[in-house]
């Protein structure tokens, strides 16, 4: 609308100015070129408005998919001029996906005060995402005229973690750390070593209660136990380029890694060994909430872009794991050379369960075969693994 008015007013002089000349009417003549000076007066004022500013932008370093995110904007004018309104755009990373965008609120720069203003938005994928730049729209007092002007800034850098996606499955026996098992605290024993304390959950038992620490925060605490060797889990997840499977937010590898930090941060609160072969240290001195954050940050930044099958994933871990150990394969994509794999690991002593998701829940028309196929889920089972089919919850989107 504002261009269109002055687009406007700007025939219309031009319009008073040829009938002034063929008239040969002085007052026409002044009339078009009062709106002449009007027009340009109008755009030099906005031309002004998105000139000479200083910006900073502060953003928060990490967040949870989902999360509210209040990303704050500052503005500073390096000139001396009173300034009309103006707006101020981000330039977010298109690969950011995002719902409940909201719109910065307009604000009138001023020399050497700050001044502020924010926008809104959810992201939807997690990731590690860099963005710079900004632009600026203003426009004159009447709001005849629009100018666009493009900012550089300093590079802003937020990782968006993955949601915990609570699961609940039934694992086999064999499997020794499940689910179940974690969550209602049959793997704490008395006869482990304490390694520090933490806060009460649903499960826990009094008899493991650290009073001393208890009466200093004045909140329950428990002592929190080393896990022995039979309470090691490691996680193995599909990363070969084209196991991804979906658009958008809802995809394998979004589901997976949302299960994945939910089984790894409960079998870590209950004193196991957690690790990512191929993807984090074997072995890690980091206290419990370190190691938590290390998994959230890691797999907020896997993609499937690996040319590695499950099976070169697999033959990382063998060998590296003491006998008793439980590898977790998360795939949703079928993959043959896995099963050779199980057996090197069975004769090593280690049990492997395949989760196993239907990738045409993402896709219904993919070609890939999934890894809910039941000849693939067959060739497991003989191999020696316990495939489980995972839950997975359908988008509406």
Known sequence: MRN????????ASAFLAVVALMLNSPALFYMGTALVGTIGACRLQAWLAVRGLRFERIAPES???????????????????????????????????????????????????PIRTQYQFRPMKRGNYHWS????????????????RQYSTSVAEMTVLPRPIP????????AGWGISEAESGQTRGAGLEPRGVRNYVNGDSLRHVHWRSTAKRGELLVKEFEAGTHAAAAFVIQLTKGSDIGKG??????VICGHAVYMAEAFLRQGARV??????PMLTNAT????????????????????????????????????GSVLYVMMSVADQTLVDGVRLLAGKGTTVVPLVYDCRIF?????????????????LRDAGAVPTIMPVEVSNG
Do not use: C
């Open 133 to 148: 730049g900004l632009s600026v729209e203003g426009t004159d007092a009447l709001g005849l005229v629009t100018q666009r």
């Open 63 to 113: 967040v949870q998919v989902g999360d509210l995110v209040t990303v704050e904007i500052t503005v500073w004018s390096e000139f001396k001029i009173r300034r009309p309104l103006i707006e101020v755009v981000d330039n977010r990373p298109q690969a950011m996906l995002s719902s409940g965008l909201t719109a910065s609120l307009p604000i009138a720069a001023a020399y050497d005060l």
């Open 363 to 379: 896709e219904p028309r993919t070609r890939s075969i999934p890894a809910t196929d039941p000849s693939f889920m067959g060739a």
């Open 288 to 323: 419990l909430h370190e190691r938590i954050n290390e998994i959230y940050e890691m797999l907020a930044r896997i993609e499937a872009n690996s040319s590695q099958t499950l099976g070169d994933q697999t033959a990382v871990v063998i060998g590296s794991l003491p006998a």
């Open 4 to 11: 269109v008015a002055g687009f406007t007013l700007t025939l």
């Open 275 to 280: 690790v990512f072969p191929g993807l984090d």
């Open 249 to 254: 937010a809802h995809t394998s590898l979004e």
């Open 167 to 174: 699961v609940s499955i039934e694992l086999p026996a064999s």
